[in-house]
């Protein structure tokens, strides 16, 4: 098999904690199939990203901006030979979307789900991902960082405490280990604050 490989978000910011993913991207030179590679890792073929590239998507510019090559199957790692992603042009699209996930999780709250920490997990996400696409035009320049929604200028109404507590669910949603603490408390605190007005507030403004 012949790929480059790369590393990036929490490794390259410099934000690892105890419970940070690794994120490994490999792009393959060849038709190399998924299985062949770790299960955790992102595989894109060269065409899947370039195309990524061209349309100016958000996972591009996180690329570009915050991605490092740790092998190259070449003289120069292939992304760097596509150049600058195009302009990112969805962020009031990905942010109306996000909303939408993020009042249905909301509701399912609301409603007594009883997946309270898989519907927390994903309101992290959601929040997580409308300041990382809001941050384009309101920061000048996208934010990744896991704590982008208190960096806007109008930062989440949400306290950090409840806000960690959140993504503490998504990460065992997803990767298992520890059970988050006071579940109960965060579902509260998700509900009483105003997200929904903050969220469509943020896209009102892109």
């Known amino acids: 098999m012949s790929h480059d490989i790369f590393i990036f978000g929490s490794l390259v910011r410099g934000e690892v904690s105890r419970t940070s993913d690794s994120d490994v991207l490999v792009i393959p030179v060849d038709d190399a199939?998924?299985?062949?590679?770790?299960?955790?890792?992102?595989v894109y073929?060269?065409?899947?990203?370039?195309?990524?590239?061209?349309?100016?998507?958000?996972f591009a510019w996180h690329l570009h901006l915050e991605s490092r090559c740790?092998?190259?199957?070449?003289?120069?790692?292939?992304?760097?030979?596509?150049?600058?992603?195009?302009?990112y042009?969805?962020?009031k699209s990905d942010v109306d979307s996000l909303t939408e996930i993020l009042e249905t999780s909301l509701i399912e709250l609301r409603n007594g789900s009883n997946s309270e920490i898989y519907e927390l997990g994903i309101c992290y996400t959601a929040l997580r991902d409308i300041a990382m696409s809001?941050?384009?035009?309101?920061?000048?320049?996208?934010?990744?960082?896991?704590?982008?929604?208190?960096?806007?200028?109008?930062?989440v109404?949400?306290?950090?405490?409840?806000?960690?507590?959140?993504?503490n669910a998504r990460h065992y949603s997803t990767r298992g280990g520890a059970v988050p603490e006071a579940v109960g408390e965060t579902v509260k605190l998700m509900l009483d604050a105003p997200l929904i007005v903050w969220a469509q507030t943020i896209g009102d403004g892109l």
């Open 134 to 155: 809001a941050s384009w035009r309101m920061l000048g320049l996208p934010s990744f960082s896991r704590d982008a929604p208190f960096m806007l200028p109008d930062p």
């Open 45 to 58: 073929h060269r065409g899947t990203m370039k195309s990524y590239f061209d349309d100016g998507r958000l």
């Open 157 to 167: 109404p949400l306290s950090r405490a409840a806000y960690a507590r959140a993504m």
């Open 89 to 91: 042009r969805t962020a």
């Open 70 to 87: 740790v092998f190259s199957a070449g003289p120069e790692n292939w992304l760097q030979t596509i150049g600058t992603p195009a302009p």
């Open 33 to 42: 199939h998924r299985d062949a590679y770790p299960a955790a890792w992102s």
